[in-house]
């Protein structure tokens, strides 16, 4: 599954802030620049018509105007008013858009007291401030990239800082098994420092386990071969005696065939809790099942079943004997104890596949002894792969002999047989 790298996400995020904040900066130049022009703006329109009320309180009608050059006046009592200041009948400074020209201008009583004094920029007049707003765009483009640039920068600082740590706690994640030498937590930071620790301790459990796990199958298979001896000896020795009656030798023979199992499975138990390799021989597989068919013939007497075999006699397996053995005998029997009516078996190369028709629900289906747990722990010692299906009332189970093959076929875990 692919998911999104952190280093990636970061610069993402970083970047995506920093333009944000780069543009919010523009925003805020571009209002701040727009209230200086008007507060600007206002300021002469005020001031010259403060001064023509000044000179009309002296002078009266012989005041002169607002400079030409720079103004244009009306007086509505003079009857020369445009037609796009009628609109504006109350005092205050406003903004109009002639044409492809901004107009700036002051609307106030006049200083005889009657009508209203309109005093309006002349053309480009209000646009003196353009060559001063040209170099604060300039500014502010430079001031924006440069904080753009240190802001990038210091994102790619920053994502180097976090992520470097978890780079590295990573890696060491990928090597905590057991036979890896523990590592020095060294994190920077207290919550990188409490992970690593905590890594290191469930190491340490695990690798506990795994000891616990295989002494347990090393010690109590050593210890089962002394007392299996004595059986298999006495045994024997019944098997000698002729006036046995019929139930005894009966007995006997089950006493043999249990210590045969518990022989098997013995060395079974050895070569699962080895960590290093087994010895793989080739082994013919067809005569193993037909081998393992007659000793559960048993189970054959419960009902009439129809076994129909499709054997590959060429087929082989690198495996040693008991592995080989307990995985037949385990496939065998769990088909043999809940088939109704025919068991197919079908054997290609190093392909094994068993399957039966079943009225017994997914749960109820056990293997023998512990069933398909051995079998799952026989595969991952020789690298085999074991797939089990429930469809329509058809139990199947496939074994894959062949090493490093991997199986997808969307059929059920195996633990659903167990």
């Known amino acids: 599954m692919s998911l999104p790298r952190l280093r990636n996400r970061l610069i993402l995020v970083l970047g995506g802030a920093g333009l944000l904040l780069l543009l919010i900066l523009s925003l805020l130049m571009v209002v701040a620049e727009n209230k200086m022009e008007e507060l600007s703006l206002r300021h002469w329109l005020e001031a010259e018509a403060t001064r023509y009320d000044d000179d009309w309180l002296r002078l009266g009608p012989a005041a002169p105007a607002p400079s030409p050059r720079q103004f244009s006046s009306y007086w509505t009592q003079a009857g020369r008013l445009p037609a796009w200041l009628k609109p504006y009948a109350s005092p205050g400074f406003y903004e109009h858009q002639l044409g492809n020209e901004d107009k700036h201008f002051l609307v106030r009583s006049h200083p005889s007291g009657q009508g209203l004094l309109y005093l309006v920029f002349n053309d480009d007049a209000d ?4 060559p001063y707003e040209d170099k604060l765009h300039l500014v502010t483009r430079v001031i924006g990239l440069v904080l753009l640039l240190c802001s990038v920068a210091f994102g790619i600082w920053l994502v180097r800082h976090i992520t470097r740590p978890l ?41 506990a386990v795994f000891a616990r796990e295989q002494e347990f199958s090393r010690f109590a298979s050593h210890e089962l071969r002394t007392p299996n001896m004595v059986i298999q000896g006495s045994a024997a020795l019944l098997g000698k005696v002729t006036d046995l009656p019929a139930p005894a030798v009966r007995a006997a023979g089950r006493i043999r065939t249990a210590s045969d199992e518990m022989a098997l499975l013995t060395e079974t138990f050895l070569l699962l809790g080895r960590k290093e390799a087994v010895e793989r021989p080739p082994q013919r597989v067809a005569p193993l099942i037909r081998r393992e068919l007659a000793r559960l013939a048993p189970l054959l007497h419960r009902e009439s079943l129809e076994i129909r075999l499709q054997l590959d006699e060429e087929g082989e ?3 040693p004997l008991s592995l080989l053995a307990i995985a037949l005998g385990n496939l065998l029997k769990n088909a043999l104890s809940y088939a109704e009516g025919h068991i197919e078996i079908q054997l290609t190369e190093q392909t094994l596949t068993i ?9 109820q289906i056990l293997g023998y002894g512990c069933g398909l747990t051995i079998i799952q722990r026989i595969c991952e010692k020789l690298d085999w792969q074991i797939s089990t299906r429930l469809e329509e009332g058809v139990f199947s189970a496939r074994l894959e002999m062949g090493q490093g093959v991997v199986i997808d076929d969307g059929s059920s875990p195996t633990d659903k047989a167990e």
């Open 167 to 207: 780079e590295r706690l990573r890696q060491r994640v990928a090597h905590l098994t057991p036979d890896q030498a523990d590592f020095v937590p060294d994190a920077p930071w207290q919550e990188l420092r409490e992970i690593e620790l905590a890594l290191l301790a469930g190491k340490h459990e695990v690798a």
């Open 355 to 363: 399957s039966n028709p079943t009225a017994a629900a997914p749960d």
């Open 317 to 319: 397996a690198h495996a």
């Open 127 to 130: 646009d003196y401030l353009d």
